[in-house]
């Protein structure tokens, strides 16, 4: 089966700041996903990346704040802007097909902001 | 929206006894549920899908359309059980929703 790879594995980074994540599958997928595990609570679906098209926000995220790119079936990327230390969090990126609910992950990025 | 309901945190149970890590799921007429699982410094991997019906590494699932369950059993648990496991609905829009999760620790 596919294998999800993500860059970077880890960062600290300073308030105000961005970072993007990248997500790279080893094969051509329908469906990408960007979720966020904040420490000692489950994943929550931050967005659908849509490939060649804008990404789908879930209730709570806005594309300012996590600008999504999917320029191809195989990458994807996740920015996080002006960052908070309530941004402190594991980002996981997750793809799929559309018909159904199976879905590998990656291996995540933690960010620590301060 | 749908909702999946993993009422425990953490389950520890001694080696060798039953297992059952609770999930309840909102009412969507035909839900399409799983249970991914994730082990010590492992990424999230999916353990089985209710329509397969099938046991993986001894665990099965069976889905209880009354009580709106979907319960992960195994008679006997394995030291490398341990680990945290979540109950995930497929929601409209092909999102997959998952619960709290539930750490999962088998003593020796």
């Known amino acids: ?114 | 929206a749908q909702r999946v309901t993993q009422p425990e945190k953490l389950l520890s149970v001694f080696k060798g006894a039953p297992v059952e890590l609770k999930c309840n799921y909102s009412y969507s007429g035909s839900p399409e549920l799983f249970w991914y699982v994730q082990y010590s410094r492992q990424r999230l991997q999916l353990l089985l899908r209710h329509i397969s019906r099938e046991s993986i590494k001894g665990f099965t699932a069976d889905l209880n359309k009354g009580e709106t369950s979907f319960h992960l059993k195994k008679p006997f648990a394995q030291e490398e059980d341990s680990a945290m496991y979540y109950c995930a609905q497929l929601e409209y829009g092909n999102k997959l929703v998952f619960g709290a999760g539930t750490i999962l620790r088998v003593k020796s």
């Open chain 1, 1 to 114: 089966s596919a294998v999800i790879s993500q860059k970077p594995s880890r960062d600290i980074c300073q308030r105000g700041t961005s970072l993007t994540i990248q997500c790279q599958v080893d094969s051509q997928v329908t469906m990408m996903f960007w979720y966020r595990q904040q420490p000692g609570q489950s994943l929550t679906l931050i967005a659908t990346a849509n490939q060649g098209s804008e990404a789908t926000y879930e209730s709570g995220f806005v594309i300012d704040k996590f600008p999504i790119s999917r320029p191809n079936l195989t990458f994807s990327t996740l920015t996080v802007s002006n960052m908070s230390p309530e941004d402190s969090s594991i980002y996981l990126c997750s793809a799929g097909n559309t018909t159904s609910g199976l879905r590998i992950f990656g291996p995540g990025t933690r960010l620590t902001v301060l």
